[in-house]
């Protein structure tokens, strides 16, 4: 799973998943929610705001793969057409150009990640059994110092390796 390359075109997990040679699918359900306290801090809102939350279970050639609870400020996408991540013009294109159609540049994603066992509710979806590990990213997208989404990605352990590619700027002399 590669990390660290962010793009305009289209979905990171659709891009490394065809460049393993595999066909990515997911499912997707989106409802509108409040801000959690946690939740609240991560996005850097009041909490109780209201949030967009998508549900993903994302596939390669059909096996589950990895899941996802993304959240993205109403504050930053209510009344746009980007508003449902996996609905209208821009459905599966990704976090960058979503926020790029609606004018916001997302200029850096913050991972954190950390390992752990299995969670009851994730075992099945992902077709592993309790007492397996995961890997638990803990993503956010900003525009500048605006957190636009943040999510909660979830994929077993024994299946992926974290390859992290990082752009070093140009020394000044």
Not at 23 to 40: G, R, V
Not at 43 to 71: H, K, N
Not at 102 to 108: E, H, W
Not at 150 to 167: H, M
């Amino acid at each position: 799973m590669a990390r660290g390359r962010y793009h305009a075109a289209g979905s990171p997990f659709a891009a490394e998943s065809r460049a393993r040679g595999v066909e990515p699918s997911w499912s997707c359900d989106s409802q509108k929610t409040y801000a959690t306290a946690a939740l609240a801090l991560r996005l850097g809102i009041p909490e109780g705001d209201p949030v967009m939350q998508s549900q993903y279970v994302f596939r390669a050639d059909g096996e589950p793969t990895q899941l996802s609870i993304s959240w993205e400020p109403m504050a930053v996408t209510g009344g746009t057409a980007v508003v449902l991540p996996e609905n209208g013009p821009l459905a599966g294109s990704g976090v960058v150009a979503r926020m790029s159609a609606i004018d916001i540049a997302v200029t850096r994603v913050t991972e954190d990640v950390s390992a752990r066992p299995v969670l009851e509710i994730e075992a099945e979806p992902l077709g592993i059994p309790l007492g397996s590990t995961v890997l638990a990213i803990e993503r956010t997208h900003w525009a500048g110092e605006l957190a636009v989404e943040t999510a909660d990605i979830v994929l077993a352990a024994d299946r992926f390796r974290l390859s992290y590619e990082i752009d070093i700027p140009p020394v000044q002399a």
